[in-house]
Every structure is written in structure tokens, then in C-alpha cells.
């Protein structure tokens, strides 16, 4: 099994920026996917942004150029910066790594960091 710890959340003035982190229990730069989702009360989970192996990074098209998905392989961490924060970006954010090769194969996911935008 393979632990992921999401952190950083917060309450944030619209405008405003936070920084999320995603610390994995296993080597990340072995995973195939690494990617960002958000759930509003309310709303389906939407996919945010990720990274596929030896890929580039995607964004939905609600957050291009606001928010940034970046990884530390040394500190098995995925980044997900969110800057010009709007009061629609409030949701709890969850970190989903899937791993295809090794000893836990899967689709991993956090329990997730609550972001609230204050108008």
C-alpha cells in the first residue's frame, strides 16, 4: 500500500495563493501518474491538473495559468501551486498517484486539504 498526505490547505483571500503538497510513502518518479482533483460540496470531482510519465503537465481549463503541478522525486512530494485564487476554487483538493510497475501497483489517492476563498 502506498500512503499519500496532502497538506497546505487553507482559508485564502480571493487573489491570494496557497501552495499544496502531496507526500507519497513510495518513489514517485516510478509512479505513471500523478495528478490534482477538487470537490465542491455539491459538485463531482474534477480533475485539476497532473503530470503523466515523461509526459508534461496538464491543466483543467479553468485554472491554466493560475495554477502550477510540479514534483520533488528526493522528497516524493507533488506540488500544486494555485496563485490569483478565486472564491470558485474553494473545494477540497486531493492528491491521486497511480504506480504501474514494483510491488503496489494502483490508484492511490489522499484524504484531501480543504481550500476556502473568501470573497
Known amino acids: 500500500q502506498v500512503q499519500l498526505v496532502e497538506s497546505g490547505g487553507g482559508l485564502v483571500q480571493a487573489g491570494g495563493s496557497l501552495r499544496l503538497s502531496c507526500a507519497a510513502s513510495r518513489n514517485i518518479a516510478v509512479s505513471k501518474y500523478m495528478g490534482w482533483y477538487r470537490q465542491a460540496p455539491g459538485k463531482q470531482r474534477e480533475l485539476v491538473a497532473y503530470?503523466?510519465?515523461?509526459?508534461?503537465?496538464n491543466y483543467a481549463d479553468s485554472v491554466k495559468g493560475r495554477f502550477t503541478i510540479s514534483r520533488d522525486n528526493a522528497k516524493n512530494t507533488v506540488y500544486l501551486q494555485m496563485n490569483s485564487l478565486k472564491p470558485e476554487d474553494a473545494a477540497n483538493y486531493y492528491c491521486?498517484?497511480?504506480?504501474?510497475?514494483?510491488?503496489?501497483?494502483?490508484?492511490?489517492w489522499g484524504r484531501g486539504t480543504q481550500v476556502t476563498v473568501s470573497s
Open positions: 503530470i503523466p510519465r515523461g509526459g508534461v503537465a
Open positions: 491521486n498517484i497511480r504506480y504501474d510497475l514494483g510491488a503496489s501497483p494502483g490508484d492511490y
